[in-house]
């Protein structure tokens, strides 16, 4: 399955929502502002934007927090994740991850280990920190959809629109499923399933949420997804969600469910991606 690809400064935002959530520890407040807006700390320029300084000096830095991360997967040996790693697995080799181990499946550009690393990189004064950078990651790589066993199918054709959508699908679901039964109180999810600015037309519309038309449209193209949001949400867990590279008026579907299915509004977060100086990116989405 190919990787949609999200990028954005805000994505910190979900690490110190996920650290103000009732009943999780936090450390005792500790100095000024100044002391924490370190050479590492101003490496990333995502952490002033939203005044992470001040959250570190109230004491919440991500201890006693465990994020949970779909993407891609993570670098385990990468020196900013020593420590961090509470588990985790990987859809793509079947096999779990430990501190230390593990592989990114984006082998380009390492999408799963740039998203941990913005939020949980450890602060160790070298090159920059995460913005929980205390906290401790669990992260599920997706996988392939499963082999279809029909030998009439033709190889050669190009997939259909349909066919894309189910593999999303299942090898989604599949990923948040297995996060579900260990109720974390945050999951990040910077991937998407409507692409149309920079595909074929096989990828055309659905191009965001408002597209499916009706809640039963969108059952008839992701079921296993929202079946999975739902477990999710019963579990508790918050759920985080990129809007979308695609210069769209909405969010994609997987950020923007809530508008068909109102149950999941009170554990989701849609988040856009914004430069610098605080404006809205030309490639994103809107909320």
């Known amino acids: 399955m190919s990787n949609k690809k999200r990028n954005t400064y805000l994505l910190v935002q979900m690490a110190l929502l996920g ?11 500790d100095g000024t502002l100044e002391q924490w807006r370190t050479k590492e700390y101003k490496n990333q320029p995502g952490l002033d934007m939203i005044n992470a300084a001040k959250a570190y000096a109230l004491g919440f830095t991500g201890k ?13 040996d990468h020196p900013e994740f020593a420590g961090a790693i509470a588990g985790g697995f990987d859809f793509n080799t ?12 984006d082998e380009v550009d390492g999408h799963g280990s740039h998203v941990a690393g913005i939020i949980g990189a450890r602060r160790d004064e070298v090159g920059m920190h995460g913005v929980a950078f205390n906290s401790l990651l669990l992260p599920v790589a997706y996988g392939g959809a499963d082999e279809d066993d029909d030998d009439d199918d033709d190889e050669s054709a190009p997939p259909t629109r349909r066919q894309i959508a189910a593999a999303f699908d299942q090898a989604l679901s599949k990923g948040w499923n297995h996060l579900a039964p ?25 191009c965001h949420v408002l597209d499916y038309g009706s809640a039963q449209d969108v059952l008839e193209w992701q079921p296993l997804i929202i079946d999975a949001f739902k477990n999710s949400v019963d579990a508790g867990s918050l759920m985080v969600f990129a809007t979308g590279n ?22 989701w977060l849609a988040v856009t991606a914004v430069g610098e100086d605080g404006s809205l990116a030309s490639y994103a989405n809107k909320c």
């Not at 006693?64 to 385990?76: F, K, R």
């Open 19 to 29: 650290l103000a959530l009732p009943g999780l520890a936090y450390a005792e407040p």
């Open 246 to 267: 695609e210069e769209q008026d909405h969010p994609d579907l997987l950020a923007g469910s809530p508008y068909w299915f109102p149950e999941l509004k009170d554990n």
């Open 64 to 76: 006693g927090v465990t994020v949970g991360i779909l993407d891609s997967g993570i670098a385990g």
């Open 182 to 206: 260990l109720k974390l109180p945050i999951i990040n999810n910077s991937t998407g399933v409507n692409t149309c600015n920079d595909s074929p037309s096989a990828l055309a519309p659905p």
């Open 94 to 105: 079947n096999t779990p991850y430990a501190n230390g181990q593990g592989v990114d499946s």
